[in-house]
């Protein structure tokens, strides 16, 4: 934190420093630079609510903007949400015309009609998992399937069971449900990750106890996009009798998976992380042998009783179409995702000092999630307002807090910071990947001019020998 | 333009084939989205590229059908499209089809 303070303030100065020289080379224009509202902005950093320069102005004279191309970032932020396909609005546009029935009304054709669709979308859904339609039950989107598991399943076997276990690299609503069952007693074990962002398999084969009741890891990790070995903690769990639940939002339908090769008994999945619409997603609940849970919504007793209340027919039947062209496009989406995202990575790690971030093999290629040392993540987000990117996951990018994927990663702080994580899918062009690996070797050279620590690093300074004064 | 958005029991001509593409193509320019725009016409292309090798008479068939199915749903998603307008992106020329260039 001491060491973020100094670059900071320093990085405040040199930046003063660097705007009043014009003689700077990377200032194309000097008249230009004079006539931006530098000091305003250089007061305004001082105060306490800090209005983010429009468009970097500062930055201008680095890389002054073609204005004969259009002003709306490039979308790449797949992790957070996908964009829509239109196929799956052309499916939904017909329950928004003219199926409105109720999927539960039994007695008439209204009913019928929607429920018959619901049930094309459940097949869809299942059937990109090799689970049968009969265990997928909707839900209002993942966060709500992680809930329903991690809480629903100990809560049933409470009376002889009282432990679980489940990664500190979870997404927070995994974690936090965690929290929430530890409040009502139950005991819970946060498996560590390695450097590589996966869990040793022998620390979690030493962590199941005689009354641990569920597992809970996830697939794909929604900020350094790793794939967590599924199919050995599969075997795991079958092995102690302890149900597996993972939460597969990122990795569903991205990577080939089957829910009985993999031994797994409960899956979160969500609807608008696959080009479907937001609100909507699923939990997939086996059978055979079957897993019992105590539902957090109780009602009218739709989806087995699981999930009372009334299902949203558009939303499933996008989501089901969405599962469907999954399928149908697997080997053509997975094919252009590898190719851009290995452009993408060998253009940006050709710069010094980057670091990609998590296991880089055991990987999801459409999740690129690389550190640039002596730059602020923030800065550098800042910079790039032409393309939509995120330095950790949506949750957490509010506040200026590290990641904690990155933390648990072993990153020191200043490393957390300077993280970001491009998500690359379906609807990115070459186009897209040719100018943002353009754009960030421009920007990272530009800051990092602007960074004393690269200045020291530059004349040979180790940054881990120097004892930093306090105040 | 009608015969094209109809679905076929025989097989289907080298001319209904390649108007059926050339219309799938022209369907996918008008989306406003780049985007969907660049994607819809990689996806058409690659799928009549790769359908090309099809020699059985049924799989053609089935082929053709499925993509008369697919053609109206991009006749009407492009429509759609059109109707609701956004600022073109930072990689797009301004009041240009970047797609029409590579045609």
């Known amino acids: ?471 | 333009m009608s015969s094209l958005s109809k679905s076929v029991s025989t097989l289907p001509s080298r001319t209904k084939v390649l108007g059926l593409y050339h219309n799938m193509l022209r369907s996918s320019l008008k989306f406003d989205n780049y985007n969907f725009r660049e994607y819809f016409l990689r996806k058409t292309r690659y799928e009549f590229r790769k359908n090309m090798e099809l020699t059985e008479e049924d799989k053609i068939i089935a082929a053709y059908n499925d993509a008369v199915k697919q053609f109206t749903v991009l006749k009407r998603q492009a429509t759609i499209s059109e109707m609701y307008h956004f600022d073109k992106t930072v990689v797009e020329p301004q009041g240009k089809v970047s797609g029409a260039e590579k045609n």
């Open chain 1, 1 to 471: 934190m001491l060491r973020n303070t100094v670059l900071r303030q320093n990085c405040r100065l040199s930046f003063k420093r660097l705007l009043s020289s014009s003689h700077k080379p990377w200032l194309a224009a000097p008249a230009a630079a004079d006539k931006q509202p530098i000091v305003d902005l250089g007061a305004s950093t001082s105060t306490a609510n800090i209005v983010p320069p429009t468009g970097a102005a500062i930055l201008k004279g680095g890389f002054a903007k073609d204005t004969t191309y259009g002003t709306r970032p490039i979308y790449l932020d797949m992790q957070a949400t996908t964009p829509t396909d239109p196929r799956v609005l052309d499916k939904m546009l017909q329950f928004y015309t003219g199926l409105y029935g109720n999927p539960h009304s039994s007695t008439h054709a209204y009913g019928w009609e929607t429920e018959k669709e619901v049930e094309k979308a459940r097949k869809y859904v299942a059937d990109v998992i090799g689970a049968d339609p009969k265990e997928i039950v909707f839900t209002s989107g993942a966060t709500e399937s992680n809930n329903m598991a991690i809480k629903g399943v100990p809560r049933f076997y409470k009376s002889t069971k009282k432990h679980i276990i489940t990664a500190q690299t979870e997404h927070k609503c995994v974690l936090n449900s965690a929290r929430h069952l530890q409040d009502e007693g139950f005991d819970v074990t946060y498996l560590p990750v390695g450097e590589d962002g996966l869990i040793d398999l022998e620390q979690l084969e030493k962590a199941i106890r005689k009354d641990t009741c569920l597992v809970s890891i996830m697939g794909v990790n929604n900020e350094i996009g790793v794939i967590q070995p599924l199919e050995e903690i599969g075997r795991i769990c079958k092995k102690n009798k302890v149900f597996f639940h993972t939460d597969c939002a990122q990795a569903y339908g991205k990577i080939p998976l089957d829910v009985n090769k993999l031994n797994i008994d409960m899956m979160s999945i969500s609807s608008h992380k696959i080009y479907g619409p937001k609100g909507c997603g699923a939990l997939y609940i086996r059978r055979r042998p079957r897993v019992r849970m105590d539902p957090i919504i109780t009602g009218g007793g739709q989806e087995r009783g699981l999930r009372s209340g009334t299902l949203a027919p558009p939303l499933v039947a996008g989501f089901g179409e969405a599962a469907r062209l999954l399928i149908q496009e697997y080997d053509f989406d997975k094919n252009h995702i590898e190719y851009l995202a290995n452009k993408l990575k060998t253009g940006l790690l050709s710069i010094e000092d980057t670091i990609l971030n998590g296991s880089a093999d055991h990987r999801f290629n459409g999740c690129v999630n690389i550190s640039f040392a002596y730059i602020e993540g923030e800065s550098l987000l800042m910079a790039l307002n032409d393309i939509a990117l995120s330095s950790g996951s949506a949750c957490t990018s509010a506040s200026l807090e590290p990641s904690y994927v990155l933390h648990a990663l072993g990153a020191d702080d200043a490393l957390a910071h300077s993280s970001i994580r491009f998500g690359i899918g379906r609807f990115t062009t070459e186009e897209e990947i040719d100018y943002v690996i353009n754009a960030i070797h421009k920007r990272v050279n530009f800051l990092r001019e602007l960074s004393p620590l690269w200045e020291m690093k530059q004349e040979g300074i180790d940054l881990n020998s120097i004892e930093w004064s306090g105040h």
